[in-house]
Nanobody, 119 residues
């Protein structure tokens, strides 16, 4: 059974930094891509950043220049370095991994880790 486990959330003041980590287990396949999403109360889950196995990256415009996604050795561990945090970044952050199975992607999600940024 594939599992994604996040860590590193917490509370920080505006302008501070946090580093989230996500490690996958239960598969010997490398995810085609991995990423981070977030969901604030009353809002839909949204993409924060993604990284493909070729190390190509995609960022939401709101976090560009402040957050950095990375993968350890292009494997199934992904990090999100969050700098210059703002209160608007407060949300539950979810790790996501996608595997191409035949002709479609299967999504796997972590349980989420809470990030709270105070002003």
């Amino acid at each position: 059974q594939v599992q994604l486990v996040e860590s590193g959330g917490g509370s920080v003041q505006a302008g501070g930094s946090l580093r989230l980590s996500c490690a996958a287990s239960g598969t010997n396949r490398i995810f085609n891509d991995m990423g981070w999403y977030r969901q604030a109360p009353g809002k839909q889950r949204e993409l924060v950043a993604r990284m493909g196995s070729g190390m190509n990256t995609t960022y939401d415009d709101f976090v560009k220049g402040r957050f950095t996604i990375s993968r350890a050795n292009a494997g199934n561990t992904v990090y999100l370095q969050m700098d210059s945090l703002k209160p608007e970044d407060s949300a539950v952050y979810y790790c996501n991994g996608r595997l191409l199975l035949f002709t479609s992607f299967q999504n796997f999600w972590g349980q989420g880790t809470l990030v709270t940024v105070s002003s």
